[in-house]
């Protein structure tokens, strides 16, 4: 089992950054591909915005590339995305995720979420 807990989310002005965490306990995370997905309104569908392999290849929704980007420090057991250039439509709630030890999708392990808002 795998518990994520996110943190870092806040209100920032457009064009500012903020940078998120996604901590891991009960098992280490080295293994495991992981994932930040965000939610923007309620009712509205989660979207895949950036994930990391066990190996390290990284991959990013189109609407935040050269924006983003995902990390992970498997000796801290944690995740990070650190998010330049901010928009108000990155405004949502942000979800780490992580699969199971054999690095393989579907992601099963789910954080509570941050919000993050982002005014203009």
């Known amino acids: 089992q795998v518990q994520l807990v996110e943190s870092g989310g806040g209100l920032v002005q457009a064009g500012g950054s903020l940078r998120l965490s996604c901590a891991a306990s009960g098992s280490g995370i080295s293994n495991r591909a992981m994932g930040w997905y965000r939610r923007q309104a309620p009712g509205k569908q989660r979207e895949l915005v950036a994930?990391?392999?066990?190996?390290?290849?990284?991959n990013y929704a189109d609407s935040v590339k050269g924006r983003f980007t995902i990390s992970r420090d498997n000796a801290k057991n944690t995740m990070y995305l650190q998010m330049n250039s901010l928009k108000p439509e990155d405004t949502a709630v942000y979800s780490c995720?992580?699969?199971?030890?054999?690095?393989?999708?579907?992601?099963?392990?789910w954080g509570q979420g941050t919000q993050v808002t982002v005014s203009s």
């Open positions: 995720a992580a699969t199971d030890a054999s690095g393989r999708l579907p992601f099963i392990y």
């Open positions: 994930s990391i392999a066990s190996g390290g290849g990284r």
